[in-house]
């Protein structure tokens, strides 16, 4: 019953948006961080952003600082990335997950089955 499901991701030129949208179902959202989380081909995971729920204080990977934006819905239940200014290096599986904490850790428990990003030409 407890399922993330990230969406909106797609083929983008550079410079570029996307909004991804992370969908809880089964829990309330609210309660928890949420973070996003990428991997590219051939490279390690990596953190993109995090917003905690006690405070909506959020974080943000300095790759991606003043074009990516993490805001959250709770009416909803859905936590959205929006990506702009998109580059192809941004090109990645992109997942949502929890660390079922009001704040952002580095321990996540629970994580979407992702959604790819293409940034080309």
């Known amino acids: 019953q407890v399922q993330l499901v990230e969406s909106g991701g797609g083929l983008v030129q550079p410079g570029g948006s996307l909004r991804l949208s992370c969908a809880a179902s089964g829990f309330t959202l609210d309660y928890f961080a949420i973070g996003w989380f990428r991997q590219a081909p051939g490279k390690e995971r990596e953190g993109v952003s995090c917003?905690?729920?006690?405070?909506?204080?959020?974080y943000y990977a300095d790759s991606v600082k003043g074009r990516f934006t993490i805001s959250r819905d709770n009416v909803k239940n859905t936590v959205y990335l929006h990506m702009n200014s998109l580059k192809p290096e941004d090109t990645a599986v992109y997942y949502c997950?929890?660390?079922?904490?009001?704040?952002?850790?580095?321990?996540?428990?629970?994580w979407g089955q992702g959604t790819q990003v293409t940034v080309s030409s």
């Open positions: 997950a929890t660390p079922f904490e009001e704040l952002c850790t580095d321990e996540y428990d629970y």
């Open positions: 917003i905690s729920s006690s405070d909506g204080s959020t």
